[in-house]
């Protein structure tokens, strides 16, 4: 598995860590950007957050996108 923004710097020597969950593309180690996340629960009508917050990767591009204003 490649990383895909290895790859558009043409940098093949890396491997891919994980895969975005956003793009859906392969990221490495150096590209992919883990956050924690809130997982929330439906209770009756409302909604409460788990104690253990979830896990997601996303890539340099994707988290960029996601937090430029
Ligand atoms: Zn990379
Ligand atoms: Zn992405």
Do not use: F, K, W
């Amino acid at each position: 598995m490649r990383c895909y923004d290895c790859l558009q710097e043409a940098r093949s020597d890396t491997t891919g860590i994980g895969v975005c969950s956003r793009c859906g593309l392969a990221t490495c180690e150096n590209h992919a950007r883990v956050r924690q996340v809130q997982v929330t629960h439906q209770i009756g009508m409302g909604a409460s957050y788990g104690r253990i917050p979830a896990r997601r990767v996303v890539c340099h591009t994707c988290d960029m996108a996601e937090t430029a204003h």
